[in-house]
């Protein structure tokens, strides 16, 4: 069980491999492809400005496979871990599902967006709740402002999201885990070296992430069934 004393605080990371355990495929699962299209071929501003259509139907297809999917023992977890600790938790995830938020957890921060939000690719307008998923054909929905409206992710070649907050809570945390990722997405593989003689780092997953000497300890195996234990019930 990992000892956390009431000074201690603790950044947690979570990636694909957690999400993955709740039955949404991840990116590197299915080979990099989508319906024979590579991911960045759908993923990206090119790709936007290229064919918004295909996007969409894209992101569609993720909302309906995210839309069945269910929370998991590692994502209740962490939550049953935020409601013992408070602010001395934070939650940043790699992932654009909303389990984490499922499972009760409610200081999650997405730094590569959020599926089933939205917004705007011409004005300031915020990004705001948004579940509809498109069948071809269909046209783009559009702002007020007749810009066209987007999914709400960090695509490829855009910068993740809270950035600063990231920063700052790596700074100070004195315990750093990483859950189910893949230790080869930048930024958030560096994390792990950016708290180095810091903070005790922990990770836990399926597999070995690329990033695994950089940490003190890891642990493989399922999430779910390793997360409720290590955390404490």
Known sequence: MLAVSPT?????????????????????????LWRN?????????????????????????????AAAAKPNPAHC?????EARLGKRLFLCTQN??????????????HMHGELFKSRCDSCERRPFEHTETFEPPFEIPRCECG?????????????????????????????????????VVEPAASFVAQVAGQAKTI?????????????????????????PDLLGR
């Not at 090119?46 to 297809?61: D, H, I, K, Q």
């Not at 790596?170 to 990722?181: D, H, P, Q, S, Y």
């Open 147 to 183: 810009g066209r409206i987007r999914p709400h992710i960090c695509w490829f070649g855009e910068v993740p999201f809270e950035l600063d907050r990231v920063f700052s809570e790596l700074e100070k945390c004195t315990i750093f885990m990483a859950v189910g990722t893949s230790g």
């Open 203 to 227: 990770y836990v997953g399926p597999e070995e992430p690329r990033n695994a000497h950089s940490f003190d300890e890891c642990c493989v195996g399922e999430a779910g069934k390793m997360l």
């Open 8 to 32: 201690d605080r603790l950044f947690v990371l979570t990636g694909a491999g957690v999400s993955a355990e709740s039955g949404i495929p991840t990116f590197r699962g299915v080979g990099g």
């Open 37 to 65: 299209h590579r991911i960045e071929e759908v993923a990206s501003p090119e790709a936007w400005r290229r064919n918004p259509y295909l996007v969409w139907e894209f992101y569609s297809m993720r909302r309906r496979v």
């Open 77 to 81: 977890a962490l939550a049953q871990l």
């Open 96 to 109: 654009v599902d909303n389990l984490h938020e499922q499972a009760g957890s409610n200081r999650v921060v």
